[in-house]
């Protein structure tokens, strides 16, 4: 027992002074008034009250529009590159698998800027087109751009728990379904997808909150002139200086949150007693 409190105990120090005490500074300045001193800080709902303006209510909905469409174009790819990754032998799915992350080795904003040579008006993809004798179009700086930055960034994080789910289902399991007269489709609904549902609700969690609150991508793929939650949150931060506002809208960031993965343990059946 000593042991395992002298193994929790750096795990303890580093939770309170990288979660607990930043999250509660969060909600001193959303509810407060004071600007950057505590000190003379009076408790207020002005920065809540702020975010009704139909300026930030549109930045609330162009976020959680983006997020639902990122969300589900990972879904649409990342599953069936999950289901072919187990259909290969066991010494091979590993392989695999590091390829599907090597990406994410890269940093975040290398990715990016790669992503701008590639759709920029003079960047690569315009020049296949050129080649194929078609008209260049301009992607850049518009939602087209920020979705594909977006998914092609958060890929890996819907198909590696999709992956381990269905790495653990029996084949017993598919053998049993057809013997007892379902058909493939019926097979693969009722069996595969069922038993691969934490993993689904898993990948499909991590990539929308990670859309939402992202700032990086949309940022440069977007131009600024693409603001999303995350974009906003920094402005108000490091350019504004209006922490209470930008701490308000963090507090409501980080409240979806905990309903979305309060949501998720509540329909997962690896959590049922």
């Given at each position: 027992m000593k042991h395992f409190k002298h193994m929790t105990g750096p795990y303890i120090l580093w939770s309170a002074a990288f979660i607990v005490i930043p999250f509660l500074l969060i909600i001193l300045y959303a509810f407060t008034d004071g600007g950057l001193s505590l000190m003379d800080a009076s408790f207020s709902l002005d920065s809540?009250?702020?975010?009704?303006?139909?300026?930030?209510?549109?930045?609330?909905?162009?976020?959680?529009?983006?997020?639902?469409?990122?969300?589900?174009?990972?879904?649409?790819?990342?599953?069936?590159?999950?289901?072919?990754?187990?259909?290969?032998?066991?010494?091979?799915?590993?392989?695999?698998?590091?390829f599907t992350t090597i990406p994410m080795w890269i940093n975040l904003l290398l990715r990016t800027y790669a992503w701008i040579s590639i759709l920029s008006d003079n960047g690569i993809f315009n020049m296949l087109l050129g080649k194929l004798g078609l008209a260049p179009v301009s992607i850049m700086y518009t939602g087209i751009s920020v979705n594909i930055g977006l998914v092609c960034n958060f890929l890996p994080f819907m198909i590696l728990p999709i992956y381990t789910s269905l790495s653990k289902m029996d084949p017993a399991l598919l053998e049993a379904a057809y013997d007892l007269g379902a058909n493939k489709l019926q097979a693969f609904t009722r069996v595969v997808f069922k038993y691969s549902l934490p993993g689904v609700l898993n990948g499909v969690i991590l990539t929308f909150l990670m859309a939402i609150s992202a700032f990086v991508i949309p940022k440069l793929l977007g131009g600024g002139q693409y603001t999303l939650l995350g974009n906003l949150i920094e402005n108000q931060f490091i350019s504004v200086g209006n922490w209470n506002f930008g701490s308000a809208i963090s507090f409501i960031l980080a409240v979806v949150i905990l309903f979305t993965i309060s949501f998720l343990k509540r329909i997962d059946p690896d959590d049922e007693d």
């Open positions: 809540f009250q702020e975010i009704i303006d139909p300026l930030y209510v549109t930045v609330f909905s162009r976020s959680f529009q983006v997020g639902l469409i990122t969300t589900a174009l990972c879904f649409l790819l990342g599953y069936p590159m999950a289901y072919m990754i187990t259909k290969f032998d066991e010494k091979v799915q590993p392989i695999l698998i590091l």
